[in-house]
């Protein structure tokens, strides 16, 4: 079983696994009990669904050769600088 068959929209391993593990990280997140390797990979979790949820909007826009360059510069940026702070 991959995880497409095993996480989807009507799975119940959602309400058994994702649901209170995304609450319990939440609430580990709002009272600063993670660590920061765990905090970084949050962020790049959000970072890249956030991603992923802009390309499907955007499934049909041409990028232009400077637009990807602003957007692989960025993305070096806040991996290299902000993720470490």
């Known amino acids: 079983m991959n995880n497409n068959e095993t996480f989807n ?4 391993i959602n309400k058994i ?3 209170p593990f995304l609450k319990h990280l939440t609430d580990c997140l709002e009272n600063d009990k993670l660590e920061s390797k765990q905090v970084q990979l949050i962020g790049e979790f959000f970072m890249k669904f956030k991603c992923a ?3 499907k909007k955007e499934t049909d826009k041409e990028f232009s050769e400077e637009e990807i ?12 600088f902000l993720l470490d702070e």
Request: charged share 10%; net charge neutral; hydrophobic share 40%.
């Open 9 to 12: 929209n009507n799975s119940s």
């Open 17 to 19: 696994l994702l649901i």
């Open 53 to 55: 949820e802009q390309v």
């Open 69 to 80: 360059m602003k957007f692989f510069t960025l993305g070096y940026y806040v991996y290299q």
